[in-house]
């Protein structure tokens, strides 16, 4: 694929940390803590800056679906590594969304491979053993992490497509969890099932209900 402006603007962003001690950059994002169900999951990833370039790569809200699907093959085939972590609903009300995307970020960044040198994360700054820093809005200011995010989404769509096939009901398929119209009616009708947050459904209303695509 192409690599316009955006993507170089990227690129660049993450080439301005490189120096003698940072030789290997990883971008770490998440997806899903604000569905009413299923896991979050969280990718690391540490793309090549100098060569096997991919365009397009970006926050994965801002890419049709099919497009993910093609960057995320890409994105496999070159990464120098990468690693996909997801942490499930129950342990989810157990430790409260924000530990458990920092908990699943941190296993993410374990399963690399490779040591990355510096690990550049959207927003947060998990506890690792690497050094980290935190990029506000940074899957569409990072190369990295925007890969991290296509990664994530696309590995995490596939789960919730899989549940969709065991609850039907809910429209996993096509609302990924999230507090949807569809998702709230079937919630009233049927209850919660295995896979939903208790947590999150204690504190939803109707009034809230929306569709995030």
């Given at each position: ?17 490189l120096?003698?001690?940072?030789k ?10 604000g ?17 096997k ?30 690693s996909?972590?997801?942490i ?6 157990e ?5 458990a995307?920092e ?17 550049l994360?959207d ?10 820093k ?33 609850y ?20 009233k ?25």
């Amino acid at each position: 694929m192409e690599i316009n402006e955006k993507t170089k603007e990227k690129i660049e962003f993450d080439n301005a940390f490189l120096c003698d001690g940072v030789k290997l950059i990883a971008g770490v994002d998440e997806v899903g803590r604000g569905p009413l169900a299923g896991p979050v999951v969280c990718a690391a990833v540490i793309m090549p800056l100098d060569e096997k370039l991919i365009g397009g790569i970006d926050d994965s809200k801002k890419v049709r679906e099919k497009k993910r699907e093609e960057l995320a093959a890409l994105i496999r085939e070159n990464a120098i590594a990468y690693s996909v972590a997801q942490i499930e609903p129950d342990e989810i009300d157990e430790l409260n969304i924000l530990r458990a995307t920092e908990k699943c970020m941190a296993q993410a960044i374990a399963g690399l491979k490779i040591k990355p040198d510096l690990v550049l994360v959207d927003a947060l700054e998990p506890e690792t053993g690497c050094k980290v820093k935190g990029v506000i809005k940074g899957d569409a200011q990072s190369y990295n992490i925007g890969a991290a995010s296509i990664l994530a989404k696309v590995y995490r769509d596939a789960i919730m497509c899989e549940y969709d096939k065991t609850y039907p009901e809910y429209g996993f398929a096509k609302n990924k969890g999230y507090g949807t119209k569809v998702h709230i009616e079937a919630l009233k009708e049927s209850g919660f099932c295995k896979i939903h947050r208790k947590t999150f459904i204690k504190n939803f209303s109707v009034e809230k209900a929306r569709n995030p695509f």
